[in-house]
C-alpha cells in the first residue's frame, strides 16, 4: 500500500514572481531562469504523478445524501 498525503506547497520565482507553469508554461521563461525552470519540471512531474494515480484507480463518484423527503401534502379528510 501507498499512501500519500495532501501536500501543499507554493513555489515562486524571487525574480520572476508573476510566473505560473500551469498558465504560461515553459514559454514563459525568460533567460533560462533555474528557478522558473525548476518550478516548470515540478508542475509536469504533478501533472505526470496525478494521470498515472487515475489510471491505476479512477476517482469515485461523489456520494449524495440521500435527501428526505417532506410530506408536503395537506389530508382534506382529517377531523384536524
Same mark, same amino acid.
Given at each position: 500500500m #501507498? *499512501? =500519500?498525503g495532501s501536500v501543499r506547497w507554493r513555489? &515562486?520565482?524571487p525574480r /520572476?514572481?508573476?510566473f505560473d507553469p500551469y498558465a504560461d508554461g515553459r514559454g514563459a521563461i525568460k533567460g533560462a531562469c533555474a528557478k522558473c525552470?525548476? #518550478?516548470a519540471d =515540478? /508542475?509536469?512531474t504533478?501533472?505526470?504523478m496525478v494521470g498515472l494515480m487515475r489510471t491505476f484507480a479512477p476517482p469515485q463518484p461523489a456520494r *449524495? &445524501?440521500?435527501v428526505p423527503v417532506l410530506d408536503r401534502q395537506e389530508? #382534506?379528510?382529517s377531523d384536524e
Open positions: #501507498l *499512501k =500519500i513555489g &515562486k520565482c /520572476h514572481p508573476s525552470t525548476a #518550478l =515540478i /508542475h509536469e504533478h501533472q505526470r *449524495k &445524501k440521500p389530508n #382534506l379528510f
